[in-house]
């Protein structure tokens, strides 16, 4: 077992770059599967633990995988199995992505329900709404969502709430159903649009996707392509957030400023200065920042995977800031971690009403799911003293080498085994 272990204390300077985007490269990766020719050549995908537990589900399913860097090449014309049912699957949230895979170009699949990080009850009836609207049977059998069909035939479909999962799930299955179906009231994350871009590329036609309509006319086969991931507009946001929590300037380099537009606004709002460049954005900070309250919502408000980092700055603004988190409604226990290290915050239903407090203390604590270990390091980043961060396999499943990228700006943090 490791851990991270931060010297807090010191201000941030240098440029940092951004990997490819984790929520677009763990669909990107299963939608690979629907070529029935050709390999799939990614570029820009993210050393992360959730992109390995693909790779290792794709291989047994029958894909051939060449990893060099931070690229894979993607064959799945000898794909051998429909069913995804082992311990990976279970490990992951995106592993429901190779059910919409699956049936478009199989018409059957058999995927074990998916797992992923703690933050509150995690349905996917609108996923299986989808289906079901395309003309597959959806039966969850023994922890499994097993799925069927004679045909897809396209069909209108209006979501019941704005879903990430379910927008793109559904629009794998539909590119490669007979005729158009319409999504409506669907998601408009950048990594929503980065799917579509690559099914284009792979020979569907979807339009609208960044909009909340999306128009996909199905085709009857997808094949490999050149891809390359968008950036990961989440870790851009949680190293401008660490900048402005720790002081200094930080340039976050490799990245697409319009995706940030809801960080940018609160961190200017709180004081900083955020200077914007065509792929860039260098955020400065000196002194104390001002609260502000911060309501997450779907793309294009403020992104509730970087509401816990924003906590911890947050927590050591001048006066009090309200989070109210919309999204999920279990999203807040990292609050009891920033706490053991002197922060005031209560959680009251949805809401968490932070007394910014002058300093906090380095203190051992542990990363409660993914985006909470992110808030952690920035914690420890600001704290007085020495700060260890346990439970390093939540961390690692979305940030690429975390600790070296924060090394690179000046921060004293180290991966040491427990
Ligand atoms: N929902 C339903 N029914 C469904 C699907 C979703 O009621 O069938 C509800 C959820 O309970 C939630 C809301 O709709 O309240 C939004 O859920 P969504 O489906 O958008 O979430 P997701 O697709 O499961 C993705 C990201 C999450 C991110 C959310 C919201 C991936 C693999 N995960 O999850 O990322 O928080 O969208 O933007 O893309 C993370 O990266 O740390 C993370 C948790």
């Given at each position: 077992?490791?851990?991270?272990?931060?010297?807090?204390?010191?201000?941030?300077?240098?440029?940092?770059?951004?990997?490819?985007?984790?929520?677009?490269?763990?669909?990107?990766?299963?939608?690979?599967?629907?070529?029935?020719?050709?390999?799939?050549?990614?570029?820009?995908?993210?050393?992360?633990?959730?992109?390995?537990?693909?790779?290792?589900?794709?291989?047994?399913?029958?894909?051939?995988?060449?990893?060099?860097?931070?690229?894979?090449?993607?064959?799945?014309?000898?794909?051998?199995?429909?069913?995804?049912?082992?311990?990976?699957?279970?490990?992951?949230?995106?592993?429901?992505?190779?059910?919409?895979?699956?049936?478009?170009?199989?018409?059957?699949?058999?995927?074990?329900?998916?797992?992923?990080?703690?933050?509150?009850?995690?349905?996917?009836?609108?996923?299986?709404?989808?289906?079901?609207?395309?003309?597959?049977?959806?039966?969850?059998?023994?922890?499994?969502?097993?799925?069927?069909?004679?045909?897809?035939?396209?069909?209108?479909?209006?979501?019941?709430?704005?879903?990430?999962?379910?927008?793109?799930?559904?629009?794998?299955?539909?590119?490669?159903?007979?005729?158009?179906?319409?999504?409506?009231?669907?998601?408009?994350?950048?990594?929503?649009?980065?799917?579509?871009?690559?099914?284009?590329?792979?020979?569907?036609?979807?339009?609208?996707?960044?909009?909340?309509?999306?128009?996909?006319?199905?085709?009857?086969?997808?094949?490999?392509?050149?891809?390359?991931?968008?950036?990961?507009?989440?870790?851009?946001?949680?190293?401008?957030?660490?900048?402005?929590?720790?002081?200094?300037?930080?340039?976050?380099?490799?990245?697409?400023?319009?995706?940030?537009?809801?960080?940018?606004?609160?961190?200017?709002?709180?004081?900083?200065?955020?200077?914007?460049?065509?792929?860039?954005?260098?955020?400065?900070?000196?002194?104390?920042?001002?609260?502000?309250?911060?309501?997450?919502?779907?793309?294009?408000?403020?992104?509730?995977?970087?509401?816990?980092?924003?906590?911890?700055?947050?927590?050591?603004?001048?006066?009090?800031?309200?989070?109210?988190?919309?999204?999920?409604?279990?999203?807040?226990?990292?609050?009891?971690?920033?706490?053991?290290?002197?922060?005031?915050?209560?959680?009251?239903?949805?809401?968490?009403?932070?007394?910014?407090?002058?300093?906090l203390t380095g203190a051992v604590v542990k990363a409660t799911d993914l985006r909470a270990g992110a808030a952690m390091v920035?914690?420890?980043?600001?704290?007085?003293?020495?700060?260890?961060?346990?439970?390093?396999?939540?961390?690692?499943?979305?940030?690429?080498?975390?600790?070296?990228?924060?090394?690179?700006?000046?921060?004293?943090?180290?991966?040491?085994?427990?």
């Open positions: 077992m490791e851990k991270l272990v931060v010297h807090g204390g010191n201000p941030l300077n240098g440029t940092i770059e951004v990997s490819g985007a984790k929520n677009a490269a763990v669909a990107i990766i299963p939608a690979a599967i629907m070529a029935s020719s050709g390999v799939s050549n990614i570029d820009n995908i993210p050393d992360i633990e959730d992109v390995r537990c693909l790779e290792r589900i794709l291989e047994s399913l029958g894909c051939k995988i060449k990893r060099c860097n931070n690229s894979a090449v993607i064959d799945s014309t000898c794909m051998t199995s429909v069913d995804a049912c082992t311990d990976d699957v279970r490990k992951m949230r995106a592993s429901y992505y190779l059910i919409g895979a699956m049936l478009g170009r199989f018409k059957e699949a058999k995927v074990e329900l998916p797992g992923g990080c703690s933050i509150g009850v995690r349905p996917i009836d609108q996923h299986i709404k989808g289906f079901e609207a395309l003309g597959a049977e959806v039966k969850i059998e023994h922890g499994a969502v097993c799925v069927k069909a004679e045909k897809l035939v396209g069909a209108n479909i209006f979501f019941d709430v704005v879903s990430v999962g379910a927008t793109i799930n559904v629009m794998l299955a539909a590119a490669l159903a007979e005729g158009t179906t319409i999504l409506e009231n669907v998601a408009r994350e950048p990594h929503v649009v980065d799917v579509a871009n690559f099914l284009n590329t792979m020979g569907a036609n979807i339009k609208g996707a960044g909009t909340d309509v999306i128009r996909i006319t199905g085709v009857k086969e997808l094949h490999g392509c050149d891809y390359s991931v968008i950036p990961d507009q989440i870790e851009a946001g949680t190293f401008m957030i660490a900048a402005a929590a720790c002081g200094g300037r930080v340039k976050i380099d490799n990245i697409i400023p319009k995706h940030l537009e809801s960080i940018t606004a609160k961190l200017i709002e709180m004081g900083a200065e955020v200077i914007e460049d065509e792929d860039s954005i260098t955020v400065v900070s000196k002194g104390r920042l001002k609260a502000v309250n911060v309501k997450t919502l779907p793309y294009p408000g403020f992104p509730t995977d970087v509401q816990q980092p924003m906590s911890a700055l947050l927590c050591i603004a001048e006066g009090r800031s309200i989070i109210n988190e919309s999204i999920w409604e279990c999203r807040y226990k990292h609050v009891d971690e920033l706490k053991k290290m002197g922060a005031d915050i209560k959680v009251e239903g949805r809401s968490a009403i932070i007394d910014g407090v002058s300093k920035i914690a420890g980043l600001i704290a007085e003293g020495v700060s260890e961060i346990h439970n390093l396999d939540h961390i690692d499943r979305g940030y690429p080498k975390i600790e070296e990228k924060f090394r690179v700006l000046g921060a004293h943090i180290d991966r040491v085994e427990e």
